[in-house]
């Protein structure tokens, strides 16, 4: 009896490595959105300048070692992000929101906003963000429960340097991190 076996999808998210890679990964986000955007416009003039201190909020989900999306910002603000059309639907955007919500609490941050287009904001509806084009979420208060809780996720994140692999389960979906 011949059984195939299934190879499952799989992604690595991890931080952005070097400003050149931030640059490229920007790169591929702005291009999802209509009109593009490119490392050359303005909006990314903050996030290189914040890069050396806010580099853990700067994430890439990667299939095969390309870049197939990402999310992006600095303190409280969350400034993009985005998936190539081949990686949506499938669990891995609100992963990644996730991952960068963790992030950003290990930080002290207390609430992240964004500025949502309109075909996006149901997407962050679903994800937990109030609000109508300028949206938030606020993350748990301090205290022992989320330090507790923040630990727990941290140590499910691993080390975001080397790459966190998720895997599409059987049902087509990234598994959600919480």
């Known amino acids: 009896m011949n059984q195939s076996r299934v190879e499952r999808e799989s992604y ?7 400003l050149d890679e931030l640059a490229e990964a920007y790169d591929i986000l702005g291009a999802q959105f209509d009109p593009p955007t490119t490392h050359l416009d303005r909006e990314f003039s903050d996030l ?9 909020l700067m994430l890439v989900a990667e299939k095969e070692g390309r870049i197939v999306g990402g999310v992006m910002g600095f303190e409280s603000t969350l400034r993009i992000i985005a998936l190539e059309p081949e990686a949506r639907g499938k669990g891995l955007g609100r992963r990644l929101i996730q991952t960068y919500e963790v992030c950003a609490m290990g930080r002290g941050v207390q609430m992240i906003s964004l500025g949502a287009i309109e075909g996006a904001k149901g997407f962050y509806h679903r994800v937990g963000y109030r609000g109508k084009s300028s949206m938030h979420k606020e993350l748990p208060l301090p205290g022992r429960v989320r330090e507790w809780r923040l630990k727990k996720l941290e140590a499910r994140l691993g080390d975001l340097e080397a790459g966190q692999v998720v895997q599409v389960d059987e049902t087509g979906r990234v598994p959600a991190l919480f």
């Open 12 to 18: 690595t998210i991890r931080q952005v490595s070097s």
């Open 48 to 56: 290189r300048r914040r890069y050396p201190e806010d580099r853990r």
